[in-house]
């Protein structure tokens, strides 16, 4: 299995230097998205969001929250705005929905870390490689626990969030910031996803991305949108993780 793993990987990288047209690919940052990924909240997010739509009488599907993950939630609004009336939501629209989201989103309790995800940032650590946080997430209570659930992992000027960007993924915004943030070259960072417009933001930024299918999406969208490998989950990433860097 770490053989055909090994073979997959090298053959992935080089690509992924031949059609970017890049020097190498020395992995120096490791960008790693926050929903779905270090906390186990997007179950949450989508029950939350289905619900909020459903007060101001808008149809939401858990399957349409799962597709618009990652982007700010002003732009998931917009989203369903233009498709049942035609036009984008007033600034007024917007703040009153995401406010009944966000504390529909708190009332479904404490949000778990994603199991192995803590041990997986620890080994991170070990190899000095630098760690950022690229969220579209502007939900308060998750940000500030990112120190408590990780300790010692997380600098406030190592991290863009919903509160940085003005277009949120799946432009490159967000990650393009990283980039510049962080002073690599786009050869120098890894990125770690699980949404496919998280994929696609990250990829259009130029950077080499792992997609970890943490939901209940077929493994194939995230693919398609671009990202240079797909892992089952957390896990795997986690166990596979000296086979990669
Ligand atoms: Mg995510």
Known sequence: MYKIFNQMIVAEIDKFIQTRNYPT???????????????????????????????????????EAYMN?????????????????????????????????????EACGKTDRM??????????????????????????????SLDGNFPGVFHKDKMVTAFDVKH??????????????????????????????GVESATNAGLFTIAVNTGPLNPAILSDSGANLVLDGMRDLHDYWEKLF
């Open 25 to 63: 690919f020395q992995p120096k940052a490791i960008f790693f998205d926050m929903d779905g990924v270090l906390f186990d909240s997007m179950k949450n997010h989508a029950t939350a969001w289905v619900k909020a739509m459903k007060v101001v009488g808008l149809p939401f599907t858990e399957n």
């Open 69 to 105: 993950e990652g982007r700010t939630g002003s732009s998931t609004i917009d989203g369903v705005f233009v498709e049942v009336h035609g036009r984008n939501a007033t600034e007024e629209e917007k703040q009153k929905i995401y406010s009944i989201k966000s504390g529909l989103f």
């Open 115 to 144: 199991p192995y995800a803590l041990e997986l940032l620890h080994k991170i650590q070990k190899q000095k490689l630098e760690i950022f946080v690229v969220t579209g997430s502007g939900q308060p209570s998750l940000i500030d």
């Open 168 to 197: 949120g993924k799946p432009n490159p915004e967000p990650y393009l910031m990283a980039l510049k943030k962080s002073g690599f070259q786009p050869w120098e960072v890894v990125v770690i996803e699980n949404a496919p417009l």
